[in-house]
């Protein structure tokens, strides 16, 4: 069994894992679009590294786009294999490859606008929303815990990562000249506690371990603090500045914890009577999925749905889908928040709240999460920044610049360590560090081989190994 590590390798984004056995039957892990490099990323994910037309299955650990957005790709160069994930994931893709395309019709528009001024030849977006739309037909659903066989030689079960709604460790197993060959694909690891999901749980032993490193080398802050500061900066920034707090923030997981804590603030009387906006067609329906799947949901949400049976809706709160409306927030002088995707602040409609907005000393930004160095996210969190650019135009930094850490969905190297502990060390032949920078996946190789972990490797964009 040959494995190649085609994307996230020694990155954080573009996760692909490429397996082949030795009947030739080919398996990818994951087909995720690379992120936060601008138009350089287009580039990027027009080159696969293999032919789509000779996968015969494709594996999901979750629904974010980094994981999956190539997947309707894939589609239109000619897959026509099953796509095979947790039952959450697939309603989640669903929605969100669609919004995807949307996008890319969208980015391709402008950008062959500027071409054409150039008299630069045009181009064809990646993918478009019927292909994202024709690709869901290859997806088969699989419960958490439930051994599926794909076929008398290969068989998966997902357990769950607690990193979001659906997301799974990828338990394969592969049988090769009468021996079982056991892979373990963490996909992205959660944290022991999360304000709606359940926490990740111990997966199978496995010889091959292959385990994402994106806090490889950082330690949150403890959780204990996020609902007092994030209550701290709503009440400076709202009622003491009289201006927006913005929050870019993943529109699948992130929105609905902050949308949950604040629904929370209002029925305990905390949250002041300000207007909240969540600003993302695709928020309002992936909401809509996590209120179909409240049997996911951790107790505390259980016991918070016995006295209020919408924990995602309060009356302060408006779900926003018009662009029109949209455009109106940034007319609107009144104090209020607004939630918007992405995450990393690099498309959607959170780049033009910014750009309206980061010259503004009453303003408030507000990162909960990752951010890839080269994005606007990780960008505006530069000390001392005066000016950035936005759309190629230049503003002036005068908004206060906030981070709540503790949010992240992914856990720091103790978590993770701990999470992995379900293994045997001794029997693992192999640990393959991805979806991590490459000075963040060292410091984590060090902490891993200081626990007593063996044969690990940082692969590099296209490294193979045989297992």
């Known amino acids: 069994m040959k494995v190649e590590f085609l994307g996230a390798a020694r990155e954080v984004t573009g996760s692909k894992v490429l397996i082949t056995t030795d ?42 786009i980094d994981h999956t957005g190539l997947v309707p790709y894939l589609y239109k160069q000619g897959f026509r294999g099953s796509v095979i994930c947790t039952n959450a994931t697939r309603d989640l893709c669903s929605i969100m490859l669609p919004d995807s395309g949307h996008i890319q019709e969208l980015d391709i528009k402008w950008f062959n606008k500027k071409r054409a001024r150039q008299g630069l030849p045009t181009t064809t977006p990646i993918y478009t929303v019927d292909d994202a739309e024709d690709s869901m037909n290859l ?50 690891i959660g944290r022991p506690f999360n304000y709606l999901l359940k926490a990740p749980q111990p997966f199978p032993q496995c010889d091959y371990l292959i385990t994402e490193s994106t806090y490889g080398n950082r330690i949150h802050e403890p959780q204990s603090t996020i609902e007092n500061e994030l ?22 997981g992130r929105t609905q914890e902050i949308v949950f804590l604040l629904n929370n603030f209002y029925n305990e009387g905390k949250l002041p009577r300000i207007k909240v906006y969540v600003d993302s067609p695709l928020s309002v329906n992936a909401t809509e999925v996590f209120r179909m799947n409240t049997d996911s949901m951790n107790d505390e949400v259980k016991q918070v749905m016995k006295h209020d049976d919408d924990p995602f809706g309060f009356n302060l709160l408006t779900y926003i ?13 009144e104090p209020c928040i607004i939630i918007s995707s992405s995450g990393m602040a690099e498309a959607g409609r959170i780049k033009h709240h910014i750009a309206n907005n980061i010259s503004k000393p009453s303003t408030t930004i507000l990162i909960i999460g990752y951010c890839s ?44 360590m701990n999470f992995l502990a379900c293994q045997d060390k001794e029997l693992l032949r192999g640990l393959f560090l991805v979806h991590g920078e490459y000075e963040s996946q060292q410091f984590y190789s060090e902490k ?7 044969n690990i490797e940082i692969p590099a964009p296209g490294d193979s190994f045989e297992l």
């Not at 960008?379 to 992240?408: K, T």
């Not at 891993?448 to 063996?454: P, V």
């Open 139 to 188: 997806f088969i659903s699989v419960a958490y815990n439930r051994r599926f066989y794909i076929n008398d030689d290969i068989n998966v079960k997902f357990t769950n990562s607690g990193h979001m709604l659906g997301s799974a460790v990828v338990n394969l197993e592969v049988k090769e000249n009468g021996q079982k060959k056991r892979l373990a694909y963490t996909g992205d």
């Open 321 to 333: 889908k018009n662009v029109d409306e949209s455009k109106a927030l940034n007319d609107s002088q």
């Open 448 to 454: 891993l081989k200081e626990a007593g972990y063996r």
């Open 23 to 64: 009947k030739n039957k080919k398996i990818l892990i994951d087909c995720g679009m690379y992120q936060g490099k601008g138009m350089e990323t287009d580039s990027m994910n027009r080159k696969l590294g293999f032919d789509p037309e000779t996968i015969n299955y494709l594996i999901l650990s979750h629904a974010h």
């Open 231 to 252: 209550l701290e900066i709503v009440m400076h920034t709202c009622v003491e500045k009289k201006g927006k707090l913005i929050i870019p923030s993943f529109s699948v």
């Open 373 to 416: 160095p080269t994005s606007l996210g990780a960008r505006i969190q530069a000390p001392g920044l005066r000016e950035i650019s936005i759309f190629g135009e230049y503003h002036a930094v005068n908004a206060d610049i906030r981070r709540i850490e503790a949010f992240s969905g992914h856990g720091d190297y103790s978590e993770m």
